[in-house]
């Protein structure tokens, strides 16, 4: 049987990367993917590659903004005539440097996307989910276990928040869990020169990077009624990376 049979599920970044292993996993698993992503376009084309395109819808929502953040999940609940019971908040950038080189801007940008993202999104859809009075509703945030300065302080904050959340949030069936990959093949990180790649890889105690579907999987379990009794950890999925 199906992890996710029926499930309506919300995933952010789902145009690219760990995002989109997720709708393809998801998707897989039975579910109804609302495929949210900055780039419509790219949203639109990751409902494209599954299996059954009309099941699924894309949305172009910005989710640092709390008006876009609003309607899409309004617009969720009209066009499938349901409550997502899943949410899968993969949306994130990086724009790394070392604390004496990091300038204002860059810091800004990335807590508002990583962090304040990740409050508007669980925030609105905890919101409808609790009003729904549903059996098992489960959000999973994508943390990190790697980073510099800003970005690491934004999913460190990420794991904050998906703590407090998970205890706020049991008594109307809302799970919240974080999970942390390493080091993951996708287009973020095809933009680190391959020097610091393989030095990356060299202290992974699995000897390679993760893929998309690797995290995805673990999203999978986390989303289902499976991990019933699980809210409020930070799953590590790194190939036995820590820092
Ligand atoms: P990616 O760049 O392939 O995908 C991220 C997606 O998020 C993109 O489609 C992008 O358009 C979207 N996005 C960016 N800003 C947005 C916004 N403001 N609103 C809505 N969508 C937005 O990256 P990825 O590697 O798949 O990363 C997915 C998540 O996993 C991120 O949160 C990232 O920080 C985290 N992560 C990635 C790795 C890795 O090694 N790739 C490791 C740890 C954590």
């Given at each position: 049987n199906l992890l996710l049979a029926g499930r309506l599920a919300v995933v952010t970044g789902?145009?690219?990367g760990i995002g989109r292993a997720v709708c393809s996993v998801f998707a897989r698993e039975g579910a109804k993917l609302a495929v949210v992503d900055l780039n419509k376009k790219s949203a639109e084309e990751t409902v494209a590659l599954?299996?059954?395109?009309?099941?699924h819808r894309a949305y172009g929502t910005n989710v640092a903004l709390s008006s876009e953040v609003a309607s899409m999940v309004s617009q969720v609940q009209e066009e499938f005539g349901e409550v997502p019971s899943v949410a899968v908040h993969a949306a994130g950038i990086t724009k790394d440097n070392f604390l004496l080189k990091m300038d204002e801007q860059a810091f800004d940008d990335v807590i508002n996307v990583n962090l304040k993202g990740t409050y508007l999104v669980n925030q609105t859809l905890a919101k409808a989910m609790s009003k729904a009075n549903l059996p098992d509703c489960s959000i999973v945030n994508i943390s990190s276990i790697v980073g510099k300065t800003n970005y690491a302080a934004s999913k460190a904050g990420v794991i904050g928040m998906t703590k407090t959340a998970a205890k706020e949030l049991a008594r109307f069936n809302i799970r919240v869990n974080a999970v942390l990959p390493g080091f993951v093949v996708t287009p973020m990180t095809d933009k680190v020169p391959d020097s610091v790649k393989q030095m990356i890889t060299m202290m992974v105690p699995c000897k390679r990077m993760g893929t998309p579907e690797e995290i995805a999987e673990v999203c999978a379990f986390l989303a289902s009624?499976?991990?019933?009794?699980?809210?409020g950890a930070a799953v590590e999925v790194t190939g036995g990376l820590n820092f």
């Amino acid at each position: 049987n199906l992890l996710l049979a029926g499930r309506l599920a919300v995933v952010t970044g789902g145009g690219s990367g760990i995002g989109r292993a997720v709708c393809s996993v998801f998707a897989r698993e039975g579910a109804k993917l609302a495929v949210v992503d900055l780039n419509k376009k790219s949203a639109e084309e990751t409902v494209a590659l599954l299996p059954q395109p009309s099941d699924h819808r894309a949305y172009g929502t910005n989710v640092a903004l709390s008006s876009e953040v609003a309607s899409m999940v309004s617009q969720v609940q009209e066009e499938f005539g349901e409550v997502p019971s899943v949410a899968v908040h993969a949306a994130g950038i990086t724009k790394d440097n070392f604390l004496l080189k990091m300038d204002e801007q860059a810091f800004d940008d990335v807590i508002n996307v990583n962090l304040k993202g990740t409050y508007l999104v669980n925030q609105t859809l905890a919101k409808a989910m609790s009003k729904a009075n549903l059996p098992d509703c489960s959000i999973v945030n994508i943390s990190s276990i790697v980073g510099k300065t800003n970005y690491a302080a934004s999913k460190a904050g990420v794991i904050g928040m998906t703590k407090t959340a998970a205890k706020e949030l049991a008594r109307f069936n809302i799970r919240v869990n974080a999970v942390l990959p390493g080091f993951v093949v996708t287009p973020m990180t095809d933009k680190v020169p391959d020097s610091v790649k393989q030095m990356i890889t060299m202290m992974v105690p699995c000897k390679r990077m993760g893929t998309p579907e690797e995290i995805a999987e673990v999203c999978a379990f986390l989303a289902s009624s499976r991990s019933s009794y699980m809210t409020g950890a930070a799953v590590e999925v790194t190939g036995g990376l820590n820092f």
